[in-house]
């Protein structure tokens, strides 16, 4: 068989085109459909690294192309052979050059960037903070303003900036609702935080991002975003009909288990401070600093 | 007391599960085959002489070379069963379970069994001919590091039918893999076997670092030394500097387990983000230190195929030396996301986006010695042209993976699946491939037939593509790596398929490998040349394959492409050794030893897995005895008397 080069690029154009055509127009692929300003800060630079690296890229291909059939060892062949062409300063320069300058773009862009989205994407308006605890195999979130608790779903009002306070109560997992922007690892012991924020009213897909044992594929949530006023009547919905979480309720969310939504319409006070100490954050100088305004005794 | 017998029976030997079930028969057949085969034609001294004793560079590379590929195998397997349960939501056919131990024995084994050999096997096969040299600088160390290889992979290939996988992936963190949350022998399994091994691994850094630096012949300069030769100097460097970090990771988690501290739980102090920071330390570079390798490979195969002089040498050599530098200070890439702050994340993000520097300018330097040259497509050259595309757009998916922001969303997804995957085959199993084609003559002394290589090449090929490429959409879909299953409302059905398609197309290229093999073994074509493909360093100048000696006479050395540069001149029996300059030659012995080391290890592995610790123990003292032994050993070398030589250089027809 006599390889030609056009069928690499042939499998890889159909390899992509099946892959676009068959997931159904881009719906589906929730990195590209940001619904806030944290994916989409994310998805402009997701377009960028594409260009420059295409820059390179698709250059090479071609060039490997027209290399591969013009300099092919066959009777006839007229193009030149120089066997001891091998030195050109000008063409290395040029090389070493280009990756450089796009490095030093993506470089810059990546800075400013992974320093703004450590902050909240709105500064002037106030946060809603939710406290999320992964735990085998469910999420569990609390509403330390609110008193409310859900476990597998999370309500949040639109065009207002929402700080996560994560942590986990079983292996070390990651939050992630792609549509909203990116992940955050949960550990036990310890509190990151992540910063998201909906503009858009919608359903938004999330799930656990770090492998946590034989339940982890289940570990799937919602995050519904709604209209501040929607949003407060879901609160007042949840605090006035759904049942109290007890200690003992709690201790029993803590088993492996995997499980559907829950609403709580209270949760025993400090349980999630007390479950970062308690799973070892009493070690950590930093997590005590971080949750010393948190807590409601220390 | 009958009952507890074999309760205790059912948690030693894995059963139930009839696919493991069934690997339990067929291994017990194949070993009964082995031991049949080697009995009835007389073999076992043979094996025993010739194999398991040898400290020859050119034996233990083959040795390598079949493990690596037995392994590539088993690992294709895994591969083949994962991809079969996720070609449609809700699949039955593994349970989570098995999936989970399936995924991590299968990322081992590929890395750690499979890729490793694969390069120690192009190590041993080439280096010592390539600078003109008898052997490596210590040749019963490298016995041992082999052999230590091979008990270490053995034990853990022997996890899933006694004891239990392990099961919490092949990056092993902790708390996962704490105790609390892993009872299981697996684990210990995993921790064992990767720390024998790693000993091994150490120990061949050390000896090629030592051989390339200290037996070059004379005249080869650094600046002349072959572009492979530099690779495996780079990627030495790189296990010196990090497989140590491996080791004391897993030594710590071990004690963990074995012992009960608290070094990688949250509980008394200890703190699991420290593992998972050691982890990778030696993570990262650890891809490097398997696509150096590959890297070198390509530089000489391109040279050889197009004909021509590698294109900016001293680029090539800088690139080399800057990745193994650079690619020592990236690895907090792979945890991004545990909140370490956007300083950290800046400076590491673009520590990662430079090391793409230099791999882009060995690129562009591969495509300019093609470049005026003349091409020959014969099977290791394909591979490098194969390569070309696939690893520009793992490079390219690696710096979109390098920016923190953008990390975010594509971290332990299937983009993420998609990219290493793409750069682990397209980088290190193509030129492992490549490789293989191209040194098999000299290796074992006839050529492989085309015909079924150029089957494996297309199948493996375009099944990559279209097992990756719906990856890499999959995640940006929002599908999270390791889950076992998914159910149809997520429309990740089509990808999926698509993607199990390519694996089966792939795995139907591994076929074609092996049926490539058997098939020019029954219909042999000797290399008599020892130069089949008109090469240009030292190793296409000797014999294939060259005698246990390599070189009667220590060739000198004048230029970069030695051997092309004598053909050249028509000097080629300048080349070759004249009688009068014959003499005695200095080798060391044969030993059993370090195969016996490796069982020692091995039963100490063992041993400590099911915490055993006397039978641990034991093993431990029979390595001491091993080293005692060597350490006594007044008469470890033997010379060839010249006249010996002489006749095998008669012989072969070079006097
Ligand atoms: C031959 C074709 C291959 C196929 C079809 C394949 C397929 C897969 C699949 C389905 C997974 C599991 C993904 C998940 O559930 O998260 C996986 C994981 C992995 N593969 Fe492969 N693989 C192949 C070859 C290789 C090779 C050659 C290497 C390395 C040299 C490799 C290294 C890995 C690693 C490190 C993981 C991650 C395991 C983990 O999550 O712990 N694979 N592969
Ligand atoms: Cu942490
Ligand atoms: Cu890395």
Redo the contacts between chains.
């Keep these: 068989?006599r390889?030609s080069?056009w069928k690499?690029a042939f499998?890889?154009a159909a390899?992509?085109g099946?892959?676009?055509l068959?997931?159904?127009c881009g719906?589906?692929?929730?990195?590209?459909q940001p619904a806030g300003p944290v994916?989409r800060?994310?998805l402009e630079?997701?377009w960028l690294?594409?260009g420059l690296?295409?820059v390179?890229?698709i250059p090479?291909?071609l060039?490997?192309a027209w290399?591969?059939i013009r300099?092919?060892?066959k009777p006839g062949?007229r193009?030149?052979?120089?066997?001891?062409?091998?030195?050109?300063r000008t063409?290395?320069i040029v090389?070493?050059a280009?990756?450089?300058v796009i490095?030093g773009i993506?470089?810059t862009?990546?800075?400013h960037?992974?320093?703004a989205?450590?902050q909240s994407p709105n500064p002037s308006k106030e946060p809603l903070k939710i406290e999320v605890m992964s735990l085998n195999w469910k999420w569990l979130f609390f509403y330390p303003d609110q008193k409310i608790a859900t476990v597998n779903y999370a309500e949040i009002p639109t065009d207002r900036p929402v700080e996560f306070l994560l942590t986990a109560n079983?292996?070390?997992n990651?939050f992630?609702v792609?549509n909203l922007?990116?992940?955050?690892?949960t550990?036990?012991?310890?509190v990151?935080?992540l910063w998201l924020q909906a503009d858009k009213a919608g359903e938004y897909?999330g799930?656990?991002?770090?492998?946590?044992?034989?339940?982890?594929?289940q570990m799937q949530f919602r995050v519904v975003a709604k209209p501040q006023s929607d949003f407060d009547a879901w609160v007042r919905q949840v605090a006035n009909s759904a049942p109290d979480m007890t200690k003992a309720d709690y201790d029993k969310l803590t088993q492996p288990s995997v499980l559907g939504e829950l609403s709580f319409s209270s949760y025993p006070e400090g349980i999630f401070e007390q479950t970062v100490m308690d799973?070892?954050?009493m070690?950590m100088d930093h997590d005590r600093a971080m949750l010393g305004n948190m807590m409601p005794h220390s | 007391m009958g009952d507890s017998l074999t309760n205790t029976a059912g948690h030693f030997f894995v059963t139930g599960d009839p696919m493991i079930i069934a690997s339990d028969v067929a291994i017990v057949l194949v070993s009964l085959g082995i031991v049949f085969t080697l009995t009835y034609f007389k073999k076992w001294k043979w094996l025993w002489r010739e194999w398991l004793t040898t400290v020859d560079h050119k034996k233990i590379a083959i040795m390598y070379l079949i493990s690596a590929i037995l392994m590539l195998f088993r690992g294709g397997v895994d591969a083949l069963l994962m991809r079969t349960q996720l070609a449609l939501p809700n699949m039955k056919l593994l349970s989570a379970e098995h999936y989970d131990q399936i995924f991590t024995t299968h990322g081992t084994i590929m890395i750690l069994f499979m890729a490793m050999p694969f390069i120690f096997a192009m190590f041993n096969a080439v280096v010592p001919l390539q600078i003109g040299a008898r052997d490596v600088a210590f040749p019963y160390l490298n016995a041992i590091s082999f052999w230590l290889f091979f008990f270490g992979a053995l034990l853990f290939n022997i996890s899933f039918v006694i004891g239990g996988s392990p099961d919490a992936g092949w990056t092993s963190y902790p708390p996962l893999t704490e105790l609390q949350f892993d009872p299981g022998v697996g684990e210990n399994y995993y921790l064992l076997a990767l720390s024998i091994s790693g000993i091994g691994t150490i120990a061949t850094g050390i000896n090629f670092l030592a051989t390339i630096i200290k037996m070059r012949a004379p005249g080869m300069t650094l600046m002349k030394m072959p572009l492979f030769t530099w690779a495996v100097l780079g990627t030495c460097i790189i296990i010196l500097f990090v497989f140590p970090v491996l080791s004391v990771a897993l030594a710590l988690l071990l004690i963990d387990r074995l012992f009960g501290a608290h070094f990688f739980t949250m509980m008394y102090g200890g703190n699991p983000m420290q593992f998972v920071n050691l982890f990778w330390i030696w993570g990262h570079p650890e891809v490097y230190i398997a696509v150096l390798p590959a890297f070198g490979i390509y530089s000489e195969v391109v040279s050889t195929f197009s004909q021509k002089k590698i294109f900016g040498y001293k680029s090539m050599v800088a690139s080399i030396m800057a990745i193994s530098i650079i690619g020592n200070l990236t690895w907090v890439h792979h945890f991004f996301t545990m909140g370490a702050g956007p300083a950290v994340n800046t400076f590491f993000s673009i520590t990662t986006m430079a090391v793409a520097i230099p791999t882009g300018v060995k690129v562009f330097n591969w495509l300019m010695t093609m470049y005026r040259g003349r091409i020959t497509l014969s099977l290791p050259m394909m591979w490098v042209l194969a390569f070309i595309p696939n690893f520009a757009l793992a490079g390219a998916t690696g710096v979109w993976l390098a920016e923190a922001p953008t990390d975010y969303q594509y971290h332990n997804s299937y983009f993420t699946v998609a990219h290493f995957h793409q750069a682990l085959i397209g980088g290190v199993v193509y030129g492992m491939l490549a490789g293989m084609y191209y040194w098999w003559p000299k290796m074992f002394g006839f050529k492989l037939k085309e015909k079924f290589g150029k089957w494996a090449f297309w199948f493996f090929n375009i099944g990559f593509y279209v097992c990756f490429i719906p990856q890499y959409v999959l995640g940006l879909m929002g599908m999270q790596r390791r889950m076992y299953t998914y159910t149809p409302d997520m429309h990740w059905t089509a990808l999926n398929f698509v993607s199990t398609i390519g694996a089966y197309l792939m795995g139907i290229g591994f076929l074609c490998i092996a049926a490539q093999i058997i098939h020019s073994l029954v219909h042999m074509e000797k290399d008599l040349t020892g130069d089949p493909w008109g090469g240009r360093t030292l190793e296409w100048s000797l014999p294939s394959p060259p005698p246990h000696y390599n070189f009667a006479v220590i060739p000198q050395v004048s230029d970069r492409d030695e051997w092309w540069e004598r053909k050249r001149r028509g000097e080629q029996d300048a080349l070759k050794p004249r009688p009068e300059d014959i003499r005695n030659v200095h080798m060391p012995k044969n030993s059993g030893v370090p195969f016996l080391m490796g069982v020692c290890f091995f039963i100490a592995g063992f041993g400590f897995t099911f915490g055993w610790i006397a039978v641990g123990a034991a093993g431990l003292l029979g390595v001491l005895v091993c080293l005692a032994h060597r350490s006594l050993d007044q008469h470890p070398d033997h010379d060839i008397p010249a006249d010996e030589i002489r006749r095998t250089e008669a012989a072969l027809g070079r006097l």
Excluded at chain 1, 27 to 32: K, S
Excluded at chain 1, 79 to 88: G, I, N, V
Excluded at chain 1, 181 to 185: L, R
């Design positions: 068989m390889p080069w690499f499998t890889l390899g992509a099946i892959s676009l068959t997931s159904g719906e589906e692929i929730r990195v590209f994916a800060s994310e630079l997701i690294q594409m690296t295409a390179v890229i090479v291909i060039l490997l290399i591969v300099y092919r060892n062949n193009a030149p052979y120089q066997p001891e062409f091998a030195e050109s063409l290395e090389w070493w280009i990756p450089i490095v993506l470089g862009v990546t800075w960037k992974t320093y989205l450590a079983a292996p070390m990651a992630w792609p922007g990116g992940m955050e690892y550990m036990p012991g310890m990151t935080s897909y799930h656990g991002g770090n492998f946590t044992g034989p339940g982890f594929a799973e070892g954050g070690y």
